[in-house]
């Protein structure tokens, strides 16, 4: 997400490398999740605080799931594109979370590696690794989106798909990832063009808003985050947990169309500069706002004045990280120079032979069978 992409098909205007529209999308759906972590300790003990959660949640990870998928390939993986996957996303995940633990042992905590379950926010690397090695074979179903989505929901019932190597929010997510791969293909260029849809769009997003202010307490965070198996005391029971889930997925693709439809798709004069440090917002985040966490710092924020002042805050240090200078210092994190891992020449499978196998000599050549004889 990080690179510029060719564009994908559907868009309208001159290519310059980047479409801001895409970079305007990745901004604001990356700072909104800044804004989350940032007051993610407190946000229980105040309504406005909770309720902003809820609101906008479709706007953050599942509008970057989709919005990765817009940018990903179906095509067969080769040398070229796992070469790219391991350089763009296995080496900085497992970069970050030796980062991640050492900042914790800093803070006082004890020392441990995460390999099976990523910190934070890595756990969007891993899914993103699976989803980029399932693509190719989930785009060749005859209903994709049909398969993912029950795969999704069945997945909530076997306690084996959890946290662990981010398993359950792999399945989950995937039907919106190839969701957002059948937009960078051009599918709904109607919906996205259409003057029809444009206040629709801002319903759904005003709708979005009024169920989280008037029943953010009721709605369960397992729920959205979708993490885990579902849970006996879920309203519904664990025969009808589905229903929920599949509410969840139908009111975060729709959201998230909504939001993508209501972002402006011409160069903002700031917002696309920063949106094209997305990925790296994204990234270094946490390593900031978990000192001044861990420091109780956040904690002493109560007034509505002050809580104000910390989403501004989160606001600030979104744009400090998009900026081109934190890229440029980042970059070897980000997209690590990782070339010497690899063959000078990537390898190409060859035709299986036994090595032991000698040539046959002419005598042992199999002779051409004789030609069948015309019936008259």
Avoid at 183 to 205: D, E, H, K, V
Wanted: glycine residues 6%.
């Amino acid at each position: 997400m990080e690179q510029p992409s060719a564009r994908p098909a559907g868009t309208t205007g001159p290519d310059r490398g980047r479409d801001p529209w895409w970079d305007n999308a990745r901004f604001v759906s990356a700072t909104l999740i800044v804004i989350l972590h940032t007051m993610g300790s407190i946000m229980a003990q105040h309504h406005a605080l909770h309720a902003l959660h809820v609101s906008t949640w479709a706007l953050r990870v599942p509008a970057f799931v989709i919005l990765a998928g817009v940018f990903s390939s179906a095509g067969p993986l080769g040398p070229r594109q796992l070469r790219a996957v391991l350089q763009s996303i296995v080496v900085p995940a497992l970069l970050f979370s030796v980062l991640f633990s050492l900042e914790a042992y800093w803070l006082g905590a004890e020392f441990t590696l995460h390999i099976a379950q990523l910190p934070w926010t890595l756990w969007f690397l891993m899914a993103l690794f699976f989803w980029r090695l399932l693509l190719p074979l989930v785009v060749q179903l005859r209903h994709p989106l049909l398969v993912t989505t029950v795969v999704a929901l069945a997945v909530g019932y076997i306690d084996e798909f959890g946290m662990l190597f981010a398993a359950s929010r792999t399945l989950v997510y995937m039907p919106l990832f190839y969701l957002g791969w059948r937009i960078g293909q051009g599918s709904l260029r109607t919906w996205f063009t259409s003057r029809w849809s444009l206040p629709l769009a801002a319903a759904g997003l005003v709708a979005a808003g009024v169920v989280g202010w008037l029943w953010h307490r009721d709605i369960s965070g397992a729920w959205l985050s979708m993490s885990d198996t579902y849970r006996p005391e879920d309203p519904m029971s664990l025969r009808w947990a589905w229903l929920i889930r599949l509410a969840v997925l139908a009111s975060a693709a729709f959201l998230v169309l909504c939001f993508l439809r209501l972002v402006p798709r011409r160069r903002l004069p700031l917002l696309s500069a920063l949106g094209a440090g997305g990925f790296t917002i994204y990234l270094l985040h946490p390593l900031f706002i978990m000192p001044v966490r861990e420091h109780g710092l956040i904690a002493k924020v109560n007034t509505p004045l002050e809580q104000i002042g910390l989403v501004l805050c989160a606001l600030t240090l979104s744009m400090v990280l998009g900026s081109t200078l934190v890229r440029r210092v980042f970059q070897p994190l980000i997209r690590p120079p990782v070339t010497g891992l690899f063959a000078r020449t990537p390898v190409v499978q060859r035709p299986v032979t036994a090595p032991w196998a000698a040539p046959l000599t002419p005598q042992e050549q199999p002779s051409a069978p004789e030609p069948a004889v015309a019936a008259r």
